[in-house]
């Protein structure tokens, strides 16, 4: 159980580290890149490519009426990344593995989100990772910590329940 002002401390150390990589590179890509140009890297192992996505990931949403948008991609999220955060400042009974998780999480969601409000809706995608044919979507440096802390959350989870249940059988079968 971490502390509050531990749990402050990590979020914005991995807010400013995750945000700053993000836009940063967000930046490089939108004054660097000629949209639509593909440029390949360690054996088009990741592909540079400049996309405005208008949708979610994977573009999901981007045929949607612009109001709908607006109210989806940045007011709800902002909501919701709100209530994560505030859920993150006062659970007392998380791992610091899944408080560094949320932390990933609401990191991307709002530099993500910083992309809706400074380009009109739109978040700078650049990068696509894969081997051959087994490709990701055009994704961002925000993109892959939401993710990875989706999968820590997911992982934690789990490691939790094993460990649940591993008592429980303890409990059942105490001579075992």
Do not use: H
Request: hydrophobic residues 50%; charged residues 15%.
């Amino acid at each position: 159980m971490l502390f509050r002002m531990n749990k402050i401390i990590l979020i914005i150390f991995i807010s400013l580290l995750c945000v700053g990589c993000d836009q940063m590179t967000k930046f490089a890509a939108k004054n660097l890149m000629d949209p639509g140009s593909v440029t390949s890297l360690l054996g088009d192992t990741f592909r540079l490519q400049l996309v405005n996505n208008k949708g979610a990931f994977l573009s999901f949403g981007s045929s949607l009426p612009e109001e709908w948008r607006f109210w989806i991609f940045t007011v709800f999220v902002f909501i919701a990344l709100l209530i994560l955060l505030i859920y993150y400042l006062f659970s007392k009974s998380l791992s610091l593995l899944s408080y560094f998780a949320l932390s990933l999480i609401i990191s991307g969601g709002f530099s993500n989100l910083i992309d809706r409000i400074l380009y009109k809706g739109i978040v700078i995608d650049f990068l696509n990772i894969g081997i051959g044919n087994l490709r990701t979507g055009i994704i961002n440096i925000a993109d892959i910590a939401i993710t990875s802390g989706v999968i820590l959350i997911a992982y934690s989870a789990l490691v939790k329940n094993r460990d649940r249940d591993k008592y429980k059988l303890i409990k059942i079968f105490p001579n075992n």
